[in-house]
């Protein structure tokens, strides 16, 4: 290599032109690299859109293997390599998840290539979670609290979004105020419908990466589905392409199936850029960008691929998996929400008010504490409840209102929410004479009451997943009926249905809220686990006094005594009663 030759490059490793006329893709393919060779975008163009995208407010739905996690860390050094003086955040969902993706992802990219090793990055600071370049910072950080409060930023580029804590997200959005950027980009596979990336990409813009057929010009957007998928030997009584399992492979030819036109039938070419454009579904929502990539975004994933990862996921009985993963989809069915019309169909609709209750007949209550309290109340037995009053109560009159509720009923048991408000909580206890107990969600046992050192119970400990799951059982088998709804009748609904139950492999399940608006599905949950733990007390104290008869005096603590009382009992609508 001559003198001249290597100046050269020398001079442009350490003065990259750069002006705002360089698109950041080009800017990254020409500074960039991967695993030794020029990064490129080639096959997978319809990256440079969103390389280029420096929107405030953009979200991108993502399927697996499209490179869109290289493009996102690129996107981000970039940023703060030709702007100096800034600082960006890039969170993940947990410190793990981070650190994996700083050691393997970011540190051999900001390591290998010369436009972030210039004459001034020396001594820069190049840890795990803090990366200087120049004048700018890098944190990478999960998802804490403290993280999401301890430091300012000008950009927040926010990686699996779905898998994120969702509040965590918005205090980490809190961090731009001080900025005049304040650039937030998520990026994330979808999980469920109206859920993290979904909910934000329904309000966007929706840019869809479209294809012209080069026979008829019809323009379209490929899906996994009949329309677009021709698959040799299917029958046509396989309406749904995800139906196909093992069985039914063996009879198709999978290797030759191919995407095609839903117009003419001609056989859609996914690989040349001049016939894909990304086409916005509301071009007048400038205030929020939206791109939603899928395995047909690119020609490298064809359909024989897709469904071999079809019949994989189906091996594992992951079908959500095959959804969100390989087709960048939501995915939902009746096992993991609620579906509206089951709900619909346990309202007594001849009695929206509030029937008439007896002062004989005993009372449940669960109570979902907030800033408004969201209180149920039903008659019978836990396997057979009939709700039949929904009431949201501002906490301050929460009290007062319980006060007025046991003079009315013959409240015999129930649970109420024992955070936030714990000492709201424990007064509502003693109102009611220990008979709704304070409960929280801890722990792996379904229930567990809890004693002080006076051996008085104090409140309880339920598994949130197994009581939300009773109250969705219910639901599913129509043995909970709900009257005296009045106007409650639709958001009873939304809460319901605002809950998902992701399962995955070796994973316990686990309810998600969507948008946080469940608080009648969780007071029907603190109702159900409040008289199902009363009976066990009851149970329990039965056990120990035939234990402990005629050896010792028991000494019954005032907020229990309801639920220990004489040794012989009636029961009632499948409640207890002391004689």
Known sequence: MSFGTDFQSDFRSRFTLDSAAVSMTDWVEKNTTIKGRPFSIKGYEFQRAILDDMHPNLDVIKCSQVGLTEVQIRKMLGFLVRNQGLSALFTLPEEKLYKRVSQTRVKPIVDADAIFNREHDQGAVRSMNIMQFGRSFLYLTGCTEADATSTSADAIFNDEV????????????????????????????????????????????????????????????????????????????????????????????????????????????????????????????????????????????????????????????????????????????????????????????????????????????????????????????????EVFRFEAVPVQELPDFVRALCKQYNIVAGGIDRHPYTPTAEEIRDISEGKILPLEYRGTKEFNPVKDQYDNITHGQINRTMALDAVAKDIRRRSIRMSGYGHYRQTIIEHLRDQV???????????????????????????????????????????????????????????????IGSSKRRVENGLYFPY
């Open 162 to 385: 779905d898998l994120s804590p969702q509040d965590m997200l918005v205090l980490f959005n809190s961090r731009l105020q001080n900025s005049i950027h304040r650039i937030s980009q998520r990026f994330s596979t979808p999980t469920f419908p109206g859920f993290g990336i979904d909910l934000s990409y329904q309000a966007s813009d929706q840019l869809h990466y479209m294809v012209r057929c080069s026979r008829c010009n019809h323009w379209s957007w490929p899906q996994f589905n009949r329309d677009f998928c021709l698959i040799p030997g299917l029958s046509d009584n396989i309406e749904k392409l995800s139906d196909i399992t093992q069985s039914i492979a063996d009879e198709i030819d999978i290797m030759e199936s191919y995407i095609w036109c839903p117009k003419c039938h001609r056989a859609l070419d996914l690989t040349d850029p001049s016939f894909r454009q990304w086409v916005a579904k509301h071009p007048s929502r400038k205030h929020a960008r939206g791109y939603y990539v899928t395995p047909f975004s690119t020609g490298k994933l064809d359909l024989p691929y897709i469904l071999g990862q079809l019949l994989k996921y189906r091996q594992r009985d992951y079908l959500r998996g095959f959804f969100n993963t390989v087709l960048g989809e939501t995915y939902s069915d009746g096992n993991i929400r609620l579906e509206e019309e089951v709900i619909r169909a346990c309202f007594r609709d001849e009695q929206p008010g509030v029937p008439d209750v007896g002062p004989d007949v005993p009372v449940s209550i669960g109570i979902d504490m907030g800033l408004v309290a969201h209180v149920t109340l039903a008659t019978g037995p836990v396997e057979q409840l």
């Open 501 to 563: 139950r992701d399962e995955q492999p070796e994973k316990p399940a686990e309810w998600k809220k969507l948008t946080g608006q469940d608080h009648f599905h969780h007071s029907l949950a603190f109702l159900k686990a409040g008289l199902q733990l009363r009976n066990l007390i009851i149970a329990l104290s039965n056990t120990e006094v035939r234990t402990n008869f005629g050896i010792l005096t028991a000494t019954v603590p005032m907020h229990n005594s309801p639920l």
